[in-house]
């Protein structure tokens, strides 16, 4: 990208953070608050929780609530409760030991986590919004789907893949997703650039048969903003969905862009319209890992095949380790392997089990014949995740230094440098 139109998109993000900054709330640990909210993601729920995320003046709230009563994807919400305020560590804690760390009565809520627990919660859907009408439709679709998958194979393989498909995470078994998290492969399970470009390419060339190249790229890019909306409008996807507009968009006028240039312009896009993402864990490692893929992955040598997807995802991993350990405290000896055990399976899974999924919805037979398709390779990714899961080799780190965060961060930048100049 060029440096000056850089430098002036900089200045850009400076000043809306500035005025951002200015008009966010500011909270008392205490503090009673009454607001609105669309819900933009499904709530998780844990054990008998619902846990999810509500935007209040710039300031995103977690709430954690009852399972009554039930909060879905698209509803129109009012909130009213008093605020939990989590105070900063010294140092980067790991998340776990954070939330175990409030109580101070008065704390200024600058990039502190803000909560409210079972606060009181209305449901307020109004048919007339469009916008929220559109949600709502989705998410039927979303339950549809859930419901099919459920109905048609056998759990953790129904969860697992509408977690490749559409990163829908709700019907994961706790010790199928801590097997996940220990094996390093919980990424797979998260919607991202690589199922974006999937649902693009597969649109753009299923009309490409009977329509114009511009107008079948056109549906491309639709089909790419309903599958945003439809996986749960994450960080990841938001910017993978981005990166694959501009790329569709780029066709049709007859311009190419470089990668760099649409994940540039993503991040601008994204930062701008939502600013609290800078602090977004999800975020940091979506622009983390597509960073490394694109600037790291190119010093092992090309490489085709399963090589391939493993060095993929050794630099990605090289590239989002100190986030890791700094958010999560743990990073799993055995990723690499794993990943490059069952990373070849997710292309062919995704494609498979998102064609059965679409079909099911006008002919459901013939898409539960397609997605029970799928169950051989899912056993397989299942019995591989559940190896390195009772194997352990987990480092555990409780605080983790910001100096080491920039210290790392600059000698990967350093050792590219090099390496350009040498090549």
Known sequence: MNFKLLSILLMVLVFRFYFFNQDQAQYTDGQSVKFEATILSQPQVIGSRQVFTANHKNQKIKIITSLLPEINYGDYTYISGPIRILPQAGGLQPRALEERSYGASKISNKNNGVLMYFPDIEIKNNSSNIFQSGLKSINLIRQKIILLFSKTLPLPSSSLLLGIIFGIKEQMPKNFTNNLRTSGVFHVIAASGMNVTLVGGFISALFAFFLKRQIAIGMSILGIVFYAVLAGLEPSIIRASIMGVLVFSAQILGRQSLAINGLSLAGFAMLFIDPTLISDVGFQLSFAATLGILYVKPLFGGKDGVLSEVLTTVAAQIATLPILLANFGTYSLYSILANGLVLWTVPILMMVGGVGAILSLILMPLGQMLIYLCYPLLLYFENVVNFFGKIGGVI?????PW??????????????????RRA
């Open 396 to 400: 555990s780190v409780k605080v983790f």
């Open 403 to 420: 100096e080491f965060v920039a210290g790392y961060y600059c000698l990967l930048v350093s050792v590219l440098i090099v390496s350009k």
